[in-house]
């Protein structure tokens, strides 16, 4: 067994490595002489500019928003006892996703450059209470309004394709809805920040409860756990937190749902101890992933992160559902 | 002292009384055996009597205190229950899972304080599972689960003790094993109430026996007197032949009641 305090270095290394990684890498490459330069002395250079404007706002984002996938996918994993949950499953993502691609639609996004979050955080609200509403009063029941409301904003998603005024609106909502972090700006950064970190308050709110939930929902409440609160809880604060990082970065699949089961067996298991790993190292994949669609060469657009997340995520999900066929009879 | 009152409670499901009308008391000592035929409403009225479920009619008080009115932490705090064949959910160790009995305690944040922590190793050595401690509880066979488990609901040495079927699933030594257990607690001075099936382990280690058939509670008394043949034929429409009911050597037999000799 890995010692606590290498296991803790190894993650702030790890952690401290993307972020540096992140900062350095694009078309310019910074090498640490120059980033430590830039940012010691700001003054109006070149590698500054590229700094503060291009790169700081990108790689802070990446850290919400990988954040934000490992805690919502380890609280939803804790609450729903089920390996297989993920920030997807309410319908939260799609929800932004719609908001998000109406924005680009009716050409808001042309105008007001802000419009796209803006409607994405309102469509993940509206499809979190619309999940909420339905899929009251039990954890089953939530999934399916979940699946439901997944549908639901899948299917507006396809009308706006079906319907996009010209093919090259097509194009930009196919191209938005693949994910990346590319030319985001302060404006974003500061526009989602408050909604997820209080998706984060909501969410490190139910630690105690989906500890509890280790023993099923019937000694759960017989700790005096309030089931309803936990769910409304768990759900506010993702749809808080991955609404507002969809509504900025478009989809990116499967870190939720990996972080948390990277970091379980370290954790012994115990929900409430995969939380914070669990951030961390979504926050870690996220800033990899993103670094890496900056560096693999390509002919003309670049590898988008939703794309590439899938492409690394969906072989995992593979061995996951292999390794749960071995362990049940 | 501790003393649950149910005056009345009914709960209906589907414009069926599942429990109707039950009036009981109950109070610290008692080791009460809630028995009856599948579907009689058992485990409902545990469930109601654990304040768990409301009721539609009537109403449960702890000490005299209704309780709805009571907070669901400080109700938490005095009575344990454990649920019809508890299973852990993920793979942590037996000790977490007993440390997990402690949340009515814990503050919202943190992790377990140091006095705690004797606690836990107090309840494990109280069901011989101190060798176990270290195992992740997912791989614990039936008696060892139903032994952690037992000591995850006293680990907060709670006043009254609710089992619904503790011994179900059990062989016999664990199954004798963990009735024992259940009256030694009673003997200490807590409530136990326990649904069981295996009447003759309720005969003998029970000091009270609630009887339930159809959701009324038809019998409620000490053992001896009110577990009887009699009885047990116009519940469980079985002939069934008790004897020496609330006596270390008491049993119970059945034979089916229109059976022909074999």
Redesign the interface.
Known sequence: MVGKVALRALVSALLLACILLSLGTGRVWLDPAVLFGAIFEPKPSLPWLILSELRIPRTILGLLVGASLGLSGAVLQGLLRNPLAEPGLLGVSAGAALGAVIAIYFGLSATFALATPVLGIAGAMMAAALTLSIGRGGTLTMILAGAAVSGLMGAGLSLALNFAPNPSAAYEITIWLLGSLENRDWGQVLLVAPFILIGWLCLALTVRDIDALTLGEAQAESLGVNIARTRWLALAGTALAVGAATAVTGSVGFIGLIAPHLVRPFVGHQPSRVLLPSALFGAILLLFADVATRVIPTAGQEVRLGVLTSIVGAPFFFWLVLKLRRMSP | MSRIEAKAVSVRRGGRAIVDGVTMQMESGQFVGLIGPNGAGKSTLMSVL?G?LRADAGSVALDGVPLSRL???A???V?????QS????????VE??VA??L??Q?P??GGLPGEMQASVAAALEMVDMTDHHDQ?ATTLSGGELARAMLA?ALVGDPAIVMADEPLAGLDPRHALDGVDRLRKLALAGKLVIASMHELTLAARYTTRVAVMHEGRLVAFGPTARTLTSALLHEVFEVNACVTGAGTPAAMVDFVPSSSKPL
């Open positions: 654990a768990l907070h669901r932490r109700l938490a705090q009575r344990a229950y454990l649920p508890p299973r852990a959910e993920w793979p942590v160790s977490r899972l997990l009995g949340t009515p814990l919202a944040f992740p995850r």
